[in-house]
């Protein structure tokens, strides 16, 4: 069995008011996630799209006037898209209520906290909050995105993995090993909204 622990990806968006859950947002990034897997070239036609938004390193926040500011700008977009324009299509995953409560104890706390990273006071790490909820296969990693109100804005960031040198975040996403995963959404009190993605290779609640 392989563990892996990943950086988080933080994210500048219009705080509102929310729900300590968003069960719609989860459901929708897990969907916008088998669609990057599926159909990685339409995906990356989106995020040529996305592109378009960037003047210099920061980029217009879609729906808003509000530019974010990035890391490495278009230099990380143009390295995603070249990744998925050669990535083969990849089964969908998923989705597993166990997991997706484990997701939740730490969407949960850091909705009241405002922290961030893998790890809670209350619900641990990572791999001590799936096993509560079940047995995990294989292998497990885990994704957090900070900021974005819409799933594929979600889940491009991800994939874009602006200031992660190793792209983690893309890795989990297109992981080969992974057959499973569980997603929660909440409201986040520094960053407006947040989502944490728990995958592994397999499961039993």
């Not at 500048?12 to 897990?30: C, E, G, N």
């Not at 490495?72 to 995603?80: H, S, W, Y």
């Not at 997991?99 to 990273?117: F, I, K, M, P, Y």
Request: hydrophobic share 35%; aromatic share 8%; charged share 25%.
């Amino acid at each position: 069995m392989k563990l892996l622990y990943l950086t988080f990806v933080l994210l500048l968006a219009l705080a509102t008011p929310a729900t300590a859950l968003d069960q719609s947002l989860a459901t929708q990034v897990l969907e916008e996630i088998n669609l990057a897997r599926t159909e990685p070239r339409t995906y990356a036609g989106f995020l040529r799209e996305f592109r378009g938004q960037f003047r210099g390193k920061t980029y217009l926040l879609p729906g808003s006037t509000v530019r974010v500011q990035t890391g490495e700008g278009v230099k990380a977009v143009d390295e995603a898209i070249k990744y998925l324009s050669r990535q083969k299509p990849l089964p969908p995953l998923a989705w597993s209520d166990g997991l997706a409560a484990a997701a939740a104890e730490l969407t949960e706390e850091q909705g009241r906290s405002g922290a961030t990273g893998h790890t809670g006071r209350q619900s641990r790490g990572m791999q001590e909050r799936i096993e509560r909820h079940g047995k995990w296969e294989r292998q497990i990693a885990e994704n957090i995105g900070y900021g974005p109100h819409d799933p594929r804005n979600m889940v491009m960031q991800l994939i874009i993995d602006d200031g992660v040198p190793d792209r983690g975040h893309r890795k989990n996403t297109f992981g080969t090993a992974f057959d499973t995963a569980g997603v929660a959404c909440g409201h986040h009190p520094r960053f407006g909204s947040m989502c944490v993605i728990d995958f592994v290779g397999g499961f039993k609640e």
